[in-house]
């Protein structure tokens, strides 16, 4: 048998893998890093491309997309609270920069956390907890700023930081709580004692109002009382009756008209005392005795009056007696 037949397919079988070492292809966003016996020769883009078989080869692959690296860091503030911070750092290889990338960096994700615990835990010390939570955006820009002039020597650019948890103890958390729960109930309390004052004062002003008005319409209802009773005697005088007897005939008519009202009132409790006939001539009688003896003891005063009067004068000499005398005297 010929010695060609069986090295054909040999032939055939390394060609075919020649062939295959020839040609490889790079993914968008990624670049491929060529070295011939270890040294670099070039950099590939995305696409279909070449290189000679068993001289060259593919050293690695950088990936030029948009990637985040979450890191953890515990630090403590300086009001002595440990809080867990999340840092999120969104960085990306710069295709200007690949070489540096892939030769001068070893480990970028260990690089970059190594940086983020430095700066946080220079900054995060400066502050109490409370601004910690506030200033996050500063604490985020210092990440950045550091980051970016460390990581651009290397070819990496740091796309944005953003300082997504901020997590205290669990204790400090529940205190944090109870404070904030004490102080809305210290608000509420304010509000609810504000709203009763308010009601209350609106409730005296209320009863105030009313009492006044009470009064004035009392007032009012005895002076219209008091102008009938006048009209009705006026015109029981035209008629020839007295003035006594007008009054008494006023009175029992009264009387009379109170026990009507109340016999109206079916669910009254009300009870008219004394309920006699001789009821309305009683309580004439002693408003006459009491009016009379008003008027007695009032005249007897006016007179009291004008006899201290009369001595007070006489016993104060005139002007003119003054002068005489005087003239007298020189």
């Known amino acids: 048998m010929d010695l060609g037949v069986f090295l054909i397919p040999i032939v055939l079988v390394i060609g075919f893998f020649l062939l295959l070492g020839t040609f490889f292809t790079v993914k968008q966003q990624t670049a491929a890093v060529i070295e011939r016996f270890g040294k670099f020769t070039s950099m590939r883009q995305s696409g279909l491309q070449l290189k000679i078989p068993v001289i060259d080869k593919i050293a690695g692959r ?23 911070l999340k840092i999120s750092v969104q960085f990306q290889v710069r295709r200007e920069k690949v070489y540096d990338a892939f030769y001068k960096l070893q480990n970028p994700h260990d690089q970059i956390t190594a940086y983020v615990f430095d700066v946080v835990r220079a900054e995060v010390p400066k502050m109490k907890l409370d601004y910690v939570f506030e200033k996050k955006d500063d604490i985020a820009i ?8 460390a990581m651009m020597d290397y070819g990496y650019d740091i796309i944005k930081t953003l300082v997504t948890d901020i997590d205290p103890d669990v204790q400090v958390k529940a205190a944090m709580n109870r404070i904030n729960a004490a102080e809305r109930e210290k608000t509420a309390a304010e509000y609810e004692a504000e709203a009763d004052r308010i009601k209350i ?13 009470q009064g004035q319409g009392i007032a009012d209802q005895r002076r219209e009382i008091a102008r009938g009773l006048e009209e009705s005697v006026d015109v029981l005088n035209n008629v020839g009756i007295n003035s006594q007897e007008a009054s008494a005939l006023i009175v029992v008519t009264q009387h009379y008209d109170t026990l009507q009202s109340l016999g109206e009132e079916t669910n009254s409790n009300l009870i008219l005392l004394p309920n006699s006939p001789q009821a309305g001539s009683d309580m004439l009688n002693n408003m006459i005795a009491s009016f009379t003896a008003s008027a007695q003891i009032g005249e007897q005063m006016k007179k009291t009056a004008g006899k201290k009067d009369a001595e007070t004068k006489r016993e104060r000499p005139s002007k003119e007696e003054d002068t005489s005398r005087y003239d007298d005297d020189i």
């Open 142 to 149: 210092a990440v950045k700023r550091e980051l970016n002039d």
């Open 201 to 213: 004062v609106a409730k005296a002003r209320a009863e105030a109002e009313s009492k006044r008005l």
């Open 62 to 84: 950088i990936n030029l997309k948009i990637q985040q690296l979450d890191v953890i860091v515990e630090t403590k503030t300086k009001d002595d609270v440990f809080v867990r």
